[in-house]
């Protein structure tokens, strides 16, 4: 009989331990996402979902499982006040929700993981012909522009160039007048939209990045500054190639 119960004592520990790590998970969740958005710490978690979707990536990638994990959480407690354990969840949903929780809680940085710190910069004096050909020796398609005063201006992007020259030649011009005598500057301020490029603090994260590039479909690139400024150089860059790459890096974090 004693052996028996050391057994059960043992088991009991450790089927309470799932649990355990659910309800953890979930509460910093909860927490997390309401001191994010400043929302009412009394609100129900379905609610919580409901209004956290409009704004966080994760949120609305996950937003079925979650809505899920708040009715497997109510059904697997007794009383709210000590998380009274009378039901267990299956190991692939605690370390499915811990998951959820990582990316809430502890979101990985778009300039550390998505996003890539080497960025080639030109000038507003530099020809167009001295522009296409740092591109095609690089082999980098968005390189930001900086004035004198070393405050972005824009970013040279290669399609955009590409569509000014030909507007250009269709105009009448010649192409060795825009290649030797347009410069960069004069292109980028011919360009009506500015929207296709952004700025962010350099710990924007990569959820925040992706919302960016999901809200903006013309968005090409973000640049990172240390606090999100036009008025510094960058230290990382994220284009729109990095999206998928972005994307998986949350999927395996």
Do not use: W
């Not at 704004?55 to 499982?65: A, L, P, Q, S, T």
């Not at 910069?121 to 082999?139: E, P």
Request: with cysteine; aromatic share 8%.
């Amino acid at each position: 009989m004693a052996d028996k119960t050391k057994k059960t004592s043992k088991k009991e520990v450790e089927t309470k331990s799932n649990a355990k790590r659910f309800i953890d998970a979930f509460n910093n969740i909860d927490y997390a996402l309401k001191a994010r958005y400043n929302l009412n710490r009394a609100m129900g978690f379905s609610d919580l979902i409901r209004k956290s979707v409009v704004v966080n990536f994760v949120v609305r990638k996950y937003e079925d499982d979650l809505v899920d994990y708040g009715r497997l959480r109510n059904a697997i407690v007794h009383s709210s006040k000590d998380d009274f354990v009378i039901a267990e969840p299956h190991t692939e949903v605690v370390e499915h929700i811990e998951h959820i929780e990582r990316l809430l809680t502890t979101p990985p940085k778009a300039l550390d993981t998505a996003g890539r710190r080497d960025v080639l910069v030109t000038y507003a004096g530099k020809s167009m012909r001295d522009v296409i050909m740092l591109m095609s020796q690089s082999n980098y398609s968005n390189i930001p522009v900086y004035n004198k005063n070393k405050e972005l201006i824009g970013i040279a992007n290669g399609q955009k160039i590409l569509d000014s020259f030909g507007q250009f030649l269709i105009a009448g011009g010649k192409a060795d007048t825009f290649l030797d005598h347009v410069q960069i500057e004069d292109m980028l301020s011919s360009i009506e939209n500015s929207r296709y490029y952004t700025v962010k603090k350099a710990d924007c994260t990569v959820e925040d990045a992706l919302i960016e590039f999901n809200n903006n479909r013309k968005l090409l690139a973000i640049l990172f500054t240390k606090n999100g400024t036009i008025g510094e150089m960058p230290m990382g860059i994220m284009t729109g190639a990095n999206v998928v790459d972005a994307q998986k890096i949350l999927e395996q974090y």
